[in-house]
């Protein structure tokens, strides 16, 4: 639920029935202004909970700088940054600092493309923009 410059998002992640694992809800919290982005959550992870924090600056529309943090042993640090190629397709790379060990780093980068699949074709530039 969105009303700007707020932000709620309450949910469960991680959750699957066929592996025996139990849903772990959250909620997340978060203010967001032209640039910066501020995120406060927490998650019930297992028998206990964490913390989620994060913050996010936005350079333009193509360029993103991030950290985010969740608490407990087994998670993580990370700091990365995303790249708008595109408005549909981009890139994210970053780095993992464990929580238990923080001088182990981890690295990861994911692509992503997004596929329009409802509304109008001039909403999502297709030849009846033109």
Do not use: C
Not at 12 to 32: K, L, M
């Amino acid at each position: 639920m969105t009303k700007e410059p707020y932000l709620l998002s309450i949910g469960f992640t991680n959750w699957s029935p066929r592996s025996h694992v139990d849903p772990q809800p959250y909620i997340e919290a978060g203010y967001y202004t032209e640039h910066n982005k501020f995120i406060l959550g927490a998650i019930h992870a297992g028998y206990k909970n964490e913390a989620i924090l994060g913050y996010a600056y936005d350079f333009n529309k193509q360029w993103r700088v991030q950290v985010d943090f969740q608490s407990g042993r087994e998670n993580s640090s990370t700091i990365g940054f995303t790249w708008n190629i595109t408005p549909d397709f981009q890139v994210n790379p970053a780095i993992y600092f464990a929580n238990y060990h923080p001088d182990r780093l981890m690295g990861y980068i994911v692509f992503t493309y997004t596929f329009h699949l409802w509304g109008k074709k001039s909403e999502t530039g297709g030849p009846a923009s033109k």
